[in-house]
């Protein structure tokens, strides 16, 4: 429509722009807004377009970005207080990769502090509301973005996943969540979480524009040395309508560990329907995934607390004023700038790395993880997919979980083992319960993006859900 000309980029932009004056004060998806730069980003859009320039698919387009990602003279503060004044002097690769693109970046989206919680109610400044039930969370770590694009306040956005924070936000919020293979996508510029799990990727509202902007994200990045040197297809060619011949693998311990039943049921619908469009099934036991909880717990708050050493006052960000001297003032810095859940993670890490448990606990958990990867290579031997439920729930209430560690950690169960494997696997939407989103997760081989497009793409053209809108 952009280049057709009927519909100039500014218009678009303002058009996002009143939506989120519109609603924003019910969701509060953003922590930053960029109007000014992004009608200005927008204006230049519309130049090259009346000069007959060609311009790229996401030329024009609001984009909301995770404010864990830096972006050149706009707060990036991870929604901590640590980081409440911190405006970085570069980038993230993905976000300069966008604005070079032609993308619009819109506006900076809340989450859990550092990334770290599956409710965004960990958020330093306020938490975010689900748009299709405002006493619901959103999902974390990436709520913001989630519920941004699901309440029409983004058309798209880019999450992180550590341990599911893109797929499980995006089940609960009723769109498509894209996390894919570690080392596709640079992580340069993306505030470390845990350095091993974090996958920066796609949120949007259907499959076709999750390909478009794996096209323009992905690829090897000089300043990341994790990024891989592969070629990078064009993922707009998987998006075929047709699963005839795929082998699809459907794990049953992930139908396990507190899934609810209709949850269960609507996704097994999902891939009886992939099937009869020509696809075949058959169930799998994968049993380490028992395991995968409490390694990830290990792993995780290990890296995070060494990530997170660097936070002391010094460099940047906040610092605890009126301390008698300096390794108060680091002591009372780290006290007052950070909150529960981070200072939870911290010690739980900072614990398990210590001389006297790095054997019982963390060298164990590696040896874990290696387990994990080992059972996916088995099962993609014999499959090219596999399904699962995204989430063991639909969203839960506000303030439902934040007494109960254990059971908010539990909404990431289906999640974890992707990030732990490092694979791909994309979250789309597969029906509703109590008027809440459920979301299907298809996971693929390292590298193999391609094959969960296409099975995602077929079952979104067999199906309504994706069509859907929040009332608000």
């Given at each position: ?48 377009i009346?000069?007959?320039e ?54 900076k989206t ?21 748009p ?48 894919p293979?570690y ?8 505030v ?25 994200i ?45 949850i269960?049921?609507a ?25 995968t ?22 460099r ?7 301390s008698?001297?300096v ?21 739980i ?119 859907k809108?929040?009332?608000?």
């Amino acid at each position: 429509m952009l280049k057709a000309r009927k519909v100039s980029s500014v218009e678009l932009a303002r058009a996002v722009l009143e939506r989120i004056s519109a609603v924003e004060d019910k969701v509060k998806a953003y922590v930053t807004i960029v109007g000014e730069s992004a009608l200005e980003a927008a204006n230049a859009v519309d130049e090259k377009i009346a000069r007959g320039e060609e311009i790229s698919p996401l030329a024009g387009i609001p984009t909301a970005i995770k404010d864990n990602m830096c972006t050149a003279g706009v707060l990036t503060t991870c929604s901590s207080k640590i980081l409440y004044n911190y405006i970085p002097p570069y980038s993230a690769t993905v976000v300069k990769r966008l604005i070079d693109s032609g993308a619009v970046v819109i506006g900076k989206t809340n989450l859990d502090e550092f990334a770290m919680g599956s409710s965004t109610e960990n958020s330093a400044f306020f938490a975010t509301r689900n748009p299709w039930n405002l006493s619901k969370v959103p999902g974390g770590s990436s709520g913001g973005s989630a519920a941004a694009v699901s309440a029409d306040e983004a058309i798209l956005a880019l999450g992180s996943d550590t341990g599911g924070s893109i797929r499980q936000p995006a089940s609960f919020c009723g769109i498509v969540g894209m996390k894919p293979t570690y080392g596709r996508v640079s992580r340069y510029g993306l505030v470390a979480f845990a350095s091993s799990l974090d996958q920066i990727g796609p949120m949007t509202k259907d499959v076709t524009d999750t390909a478009i902007l794996l096209n323009a994200i992905c690829g090897k990045d000089p300043l990341d040395s994790t990024s891989v040197d592969l070629p990078v297809p064009d993922f707009t060619k998987a998006l075929r309508n047709d699963v005839k011949g795929l082998k699809i693998g459907v794990p049953k311990e992930f139908f396990a560990q507190g899934v609810r039943s209709e949850i269960a049921d609507a996704v097994m619908k999902g891939v009886e329907l992939l099937c009869s469009l020509g696809a075949d099934f058959r169930e799998l036991s994968m049993p380490i995934m028992e395991y995968t909880l409490p390694t990830y717990y290990i792993l995780a708050p290990a890296e995070a607390s060494s990530n997170l050493a660097r936070y002391d006052g010094v460099r940047y960000g906040y610092r605890s004023e009126h301390s008698p001297d300096v390794l108060t003032m680091f002591a009372k810095t780290r006290q007052e700038g950070f909150g529960a859940e981070v200072k939870q993670r911290i010690m739980i890490g900072t614990y398990v790395l210590s001389a006297g448990y790095y054997d019982a606990y963390y060298l164990k958990a590696q040896k874990v993880r290696t387990l994990v990867r080992q059972a996916y290579d088995e099962a993609f031997k014999e499959f090219d997919v596999l399904i699962s439920p995204t989430s063991p729930t639909v969203a839960f209430g506000i303030g439902e979980k934040v007494d109960d560690p254990l059971e908010m950690k539990l909404a990431d169960v289906c999640t974890i083992p992707i990030n732990l494997a490092g694979i791909p696997a994309i979250s789309v939407p597969c029906g509703f319960s109590e008027g809440l989103p459920i979301g299907m997760q298809i996971m693929g081989r390292p590298f193999d993006e391609e094959t969960i497009l296409r099975v995602a793409y077929t079952f979104e053209q067999n199906t309504e859900y994706h069509t859907k809108k929040p009332l608000l």
